[in-house]
């Protein structure tokens, strides 16, 4: 892996910390990363704002503990002490975060996904994901540190979804297995019958379909001697269809290829992605290309910034 070479982990400092440090160790070494920054935003609850302003001397033990617990977490859960840097801020997490993330130039942002707090966690992340310009990795808080033994692609035969095989690849290379599943759900249309086809004859012809799409997406791949599995799930709902197949096959991390809504905004996720960060149990790559969307991002983060 050659991609991550900067990374950005939301430290939330709570017992699921850990599970983000190993991954972030584990991203690092397979992929020679130069610089982890590990990144907590200290919640405007903590301190009013009035009152930091006014007495700021107060912040100072906050930005203490929080950096000792996250050097602690760190030290303890990785061995790439030598590349990490801890920072501690305050403000509105996604607008920090996104900041941080065109300051350092990140190739990826870790970050944990909790609901067994509040849904302001759920919410923070899936704006990340959906709105920072490189790949997003995302780890549910049920989620536990394990070998990655089985890889999967949730492809729709876009050029999104070959860009998340290729990473998929590499990922498989960087840890010498075997193969790589590819997923494609596909359904059987509304108004089927007006071919006068039944809907077991029509799901044989989307199938037949989803299987060339295969063949296409795949076709001049350099897959340095990985095998591609096709898994095909038959469902109406394509996030349904997904969590059907990952609970099913015993996937251990899946990877999709965000896709944008047009051109000009394409560093925004999909629909499907979206749930499936809300709903999937297991670690979610999300994987964008950082040359896509910058004007927009740039535009978007001053919006941030400026609050216009």
């Known amino acids: 892996m050659y991609r991550y070479r900067r990374m950005i982990v939301g430290m939330n400092l709570n017992e699921k910390d850990p599970v983000l440090v190993r991954e972030a160790a584990r991203l690092a070494e397979l992929g020679g990363s130069e610089k982890i920054v590990y990144l907590h935003v200290l919640s405007a609850q903590e301190i009013p704002e009035k009152i930091s302003k006014e007495y700021p001397q107060l912040l100072s033990p906050f930005h203490e503990l929080a950096e000792e617990r996250i050097k602690k977490t760190v ?20 607008k920090v975060i996104l900041e941080e993330v065109k300051a350092l130039d990140a190739d990826i942002v870790l970050l944990g996904r909790n609901y067994s707090h509040k849904r302001s966690n759920k919410k923070l ?3 990340i994901a959906r709105k920072a310009p490189c790949s997003v990795f995302i780890v549910p808080s049920e989620s536990h540190y394990r070998k990655i033994k089985n890889i999967m692609v949730a492809s729709d035969g876009s050029s999104h979804s070959k860009s998340a095989l290729e990473e998929a690849i590499l990922l498989a290379k960087s840890l010498r297995l075997e193969s790589v599943s590819c997923l494609t759900v596909y359904h059987v249309p509304m108004g089927y019958h007006s071919t006068g086809k ?14 060339l799409e295969f063949k ?4 001049g791949l350099d897959v340095g001697g990985i095998d591609i599995k096709p898994v095909f799930e038959l469902d109406e709902h394509v996030e349904k269809g997904i969590l059907s197949a990952v609970n099913r096959e015993s996937v251990d991390i899946l990877i999709v290829g965000a896709r944008g809504r047009s051109t000009g905004a394409s560093i925004l996720l999909g629909s499907v992605t979206e749930h499936l960060i809300g709903n999937i149990n297991i670690p979610l790559l999300a994987v964008k290309n950082k040359s896509a969307g910058v004007d927009f991002f740039e ?3 001053d919006v941030l910034m400026t609050g216009n």
């Open 299 to 301: 535009a978007m983060l």
């Open 198 to 211: 039944s809907y077991e004859e029509f799901a044989e012809i989307m199938l037949a379909n989803a299987k």
């Open 216 to 219: 296409e997406l795949t076709e």
């Open 125 to 127: 992340t899936e704006n």
């Open 75 to 94: 030290l303890e859960n990785s061995s790439e002490s030598d590349i990490f840097e801890c920072r501690i801020r305050e403000g509105l997490p996604i």
